[in-house]
């Protein structure tokens, strides 16, 4: 309810809904049309997309993953997200490399790409991930693909499919 009231909602039915609250609510929908008319809405439109502008602003400015809980061997422990050098999927998992280490965590590439901060991170291909900082080079193959060469000599396939990022990357 808590969300409906800060989209500035008109009115909620809870279930089952009572006929009689739902005549009351659907009275103060008719009433809002007809304000409608006399401009009273155009506040309350207002209003409301200056609280969609304040949500967008907020989603900006969201934290993004620091560090990953990993659980190992019956032990749990916190990698930092600065050591993370390239991820790629396993199966249900995602693999996780960096100083010479790999970690698996269950997690899809979808789900740890959306808590990776994108400044830092590049989605290359489906199946793999990698820190901005951690390219070296890249080589131009054929058909518009690339292959990614990283800090540390590993080297990956940079699909068609993600050029998009790529091209961005490239303006900076």
């Known amino acids: 309810m808590r969300n409906a009231f800060e989209i500035n909602a008109l009115d909620y039915l809870l279930k089952p809904v009572d006929p009689e609250r739902f005549k009351k609510t659907l009275e103060r929908v008719r009433r809002q049309i007809k304000n409608q008319q006399s401009g009273q809405l155009d506040e309350k439109l207002s209003a409301l997309l200056c609280d969609v502008e304040s949500l967008k ?3 900006i400015s969201r934290e993004y993953l620091w560090r990953v809980v990993i659980k190992e061997s019956g032990r749990v422990f916190f990698l930092d997200a600065n050591e993370i050098d390239w991820i790629t999927a396993e199966g ?3 693999q996780l490399h960096g100083k010479n280490k790999t970690h698996l965590l269950r997690e899809t590439m979808d789900g740890i790409e959306r808590k990776l901060n994108p400044q830092d991170f590049l989605r290359i291909r489906r199946s793999a991930i990698v820190r901005i ?7 131009q193959l054929f058909g518009g693909e ?3 060469i990283l800090s540390d000599g590993t080297e990956l ?3 068609r499919r993600y050029r998009k990022n790529l ?4 303006k900076n």
């Open 157 to 159: 396939a940079f699909s």
């Open 146 to 148: 690339y292959s990614v």
């Open 92 to 94: 249900n998992y995602v």
């Open 57 to 59: 602003e907020k989603d």
């Open 133 to 139: 900082s951690q390219i070296k080079e890249l080589h």
């Open 167 to 170: 091209d961005a990357l490239l």
